[in-house]
């Protein structure tokens, strides 16, 4: 019987027909990628853009290229996810610290300030009780105390010991023509009386005690207070971080490749999770050293303000302080009164009249009434620089090495998810699998051999650098305080010790250069004044060689350094 053209014999068509199921069995079926698409539909994005069942992943350029659930639209979106994510991860751990800073900055900025504004009204209080028209007919001069104490915390340009120099000068003015009401005094003869202030000592040891400590608890005072401020502001401006490309594609492979994979529930391995963030921190780990030291110099110039630099104890009896001088002008002022005479000159005497009238004006009784103290009012609603300093300190201590911890800080949060309990059923980067390389260092330097994210560790942030040095200018300020001196203080008195180098002495050893001054004021006789003219050619010969040797020494100090 002849064969159909085109028909197969049936054994044949039998035997593919029951082979058919198992070909078809053996052909590889597509994953689906529901939970992706219902996680990348959950970050806000279309779900449109996600493929229902695994893809040919050619056109990724970061993730696997093999079967995929990542389209290339959503990797890009999943790359600017993962630069946000780790902003918000590093802004969020910053924030706590740099809102620690600025609160405490702002509750000691208070403090201070209304400490000062405590003790002017309590010294005025006090004086117009005790002195009544007196000191109100003088009262500008510590008013103008006042003034220049607060414009130096809030940053001005004052130097706090000529400044008091001044003050005592003035008020040893005011003080002598009210202790000789019957005499005329020139504003020149004044002048001569103030110039040896520092030499009569007509208020005691106040002034010099005074001035150390009001000097070197307000330079601490306003140093710590600039130092919280510093903190805050290179928190705020170092925690701004903006992820390199290099970094980028390192974030995304961390943490949205295993999502292409279809592994959602699979977290980066620790490790890992530190070489990526360590690779995007590098140059933040370099402030670690610097940030560490000034945290040192802060706590330290912290106890200085808890012992005897606390601006609160001198502060706070200053009005008393100043009284105790008062009264002391007044025990002396005979003695006070001889020694100006003698150097300074007889001054005229006025009529008898005016002296009377002089003397009943004034309202001075011969002696000041003694102050009977009250209590002061409270600063800051009633909290004290100690328990300032205490709570400070704590938080302190708690922010040192903030910056070399901040990457496995962030690797530990909630939000990152990393995976810590079984090293073998993590992402290490391209597999469900244990991560084998080794944590790098911390810093710049250290990421040549970051196996994760290629750093360029020739090009260093320049803002990070600015805030670096930030840091080391802030901490030189604070040593400074630490030891009682103020840095701009310290230039002034480089600049002029020459000219400071002979005004210590004591009075008596300063009588021949008192008696010429005050014969130049005076101006008796001609015999004085070629005594003086004499004295002058012989000063000046001798200031020329001071200051030659000054220049000298200083040249050479300036060598040895």
Same mark, same amino acid.
């Given at each position: ?158 130097? $706090?010991?000529?400044?008091? @120099?001044? #003050?005592?000068?003035?008020? &040893?003015?005011?003080?002598? !023509? *009210?202790?000789? =009401? ?104 370099? $402030?670690?050293?610097?940030? @560490?030291? #000034?945290?040192?110099?802060? &706590?330290?110039?912290?106890? !200085? *303000?808890?012992? =005897? ?253």
């Amino acid at each position: 019987m002849p064969r159909r053209r085109g028909c197969l014999p049936p054994l044949v068509c039998t035997l593919a027909a029951l082979s058919l199921p198992l070909l078809l069995a053996a052909e590889p079926r597509a994953k689906s990628c529901s939970e992706v698409r219902r996680l990348y539909a959950a970050k806000g994005f279309s779900q449109s853009e996600a493929p229902s069942h695994e893809i040919s992943g050619d056109h990724l350029k970061v993730c696997s290229q093999a079967y995929t659930c990542c389209s290339q639209e959503m990797e890009e979106k999943y790359s600017q996810q993962s630069k946000h994510d780790f902003r918000n991860a590093v802004v969020e751990l910053s924030n706590h610290l740099q809102t620690m800073f600025s609160s405490r900055y702002k509750k000691f900025d208070e403090f201070f300030k209304e400490l000062l504004e405590n003790a002017e009204k309590s010294l005025n209080d006090m004086f117009v009780r005790t002195y009544g028209r007196l000191y109100m007919q003088n009262s500008e001069l510590f008013k103008d105390l006042f003034v220049e104490l607060k414009r130096y915390y809030v940053g001005g340009n004052v130097n $706090l010991e000529e400044m008091l @120099n001044e #003050f005592w000068a003035r008020l &040893l003015e005011r003080m002598f !023509r *009210l202790v000789n =009401p019957q005499y005329h005094f020139t504003d020149e003869y004044l002048e001569c009386v103030s110039k040896y202030t520092e030499q009569l000592k007509p208020f005691g040891d106040v002034p010099r005690k005074l001035k150390l400590q009001v000097t070197r608890a307000f330079v601490a005072a306003r140093t710590f207070a600039q130092g919280l401020a510093v903190a805050r502001d290179v928190v705020s401006k170092v925690s701004a971080v903006n992820p390199t490309p290099q970094g980028t594609r390192a974030l995304l492979k961390m943490m949205y490749c295993p999502y292409c994979r279809g592994l959602v529930s699979v977290k980066p391995c620790y490790n890992y999770c530190f070489n990526v963030m360590r690779g995007c921190l590098a140059n933040q780990g370099d $402030l670690d050293t610097e940030w @560490n030291t #000034f945290m040192d110099s802060m &706590l330290l110039v912290a106890e !200085r *303000l808890e012992g =005897p630099f606390n601006i609160e104890s001198v502060m706070d009896p200053i009005d008393v302080k100043i009284s105790d001088a008062i009264m002391n002008m007044q025990e002396n002022s005979m003695q006070v009164s001889q020694k100006v005479f003698q150097g300074c000159g007889q001054p005229k005497t006025l009529a008898q009249g005016r002296t009377a009238r002089s003397v009943s004006e004034s309202g001075f009784s011969a002696r000041f009434r003694p102050y009977n103290p009250e209590e002061r009012p409270t600063t800051a609603a009633g909290t004290s620089l100690d328990r300032l300093v205490t709570d400070v300190k704590e938080k302190l201590k708690q922010a040192k090495k903030f910056w070399s911890s901040l990457p496995g800080n962030i690797c530990n949060d909630e939000k990152m998810s990393v995976g810590t309990v079984n090293e073998n059923e993590c992402w290490n980067g391209s597999a469900k699998s244990r991560y084998d390389f080794a944590v790098t260092g911390n810093g710049l330097a250290s990421q040549v051999n970051n196996p994760e994210v290629e750093v360029d560790i020739t090009k260093p942030d320049m803002v990070i650098r600015r805030q670096i040095m930030a840091l080391r200018v802030m901490t030189n300020k604070l040593k400074n305080a630490y030891s009682g001196n103020d840095v701009d203080f310290i230039d002034i008195s480089e600049e002029s010790s020459g000219e400071e180098s002979g005004s210590g002495c004591e009075f008596q050893q300063c009588s021949p250069e008192f008696e010429f001054n005050a014969t130049e004021v005076t101006g008796n006789s001609n015999k004085s004044d070629k005594k003086a003219n004499t004295s002058a050619a012989t000063s000046s010969g001798l200031s020329q060689a001071a200051l030659f040797l000054s220049i000298l020494f200083l040249a050479m100090q300036r060598q040895w350094r």
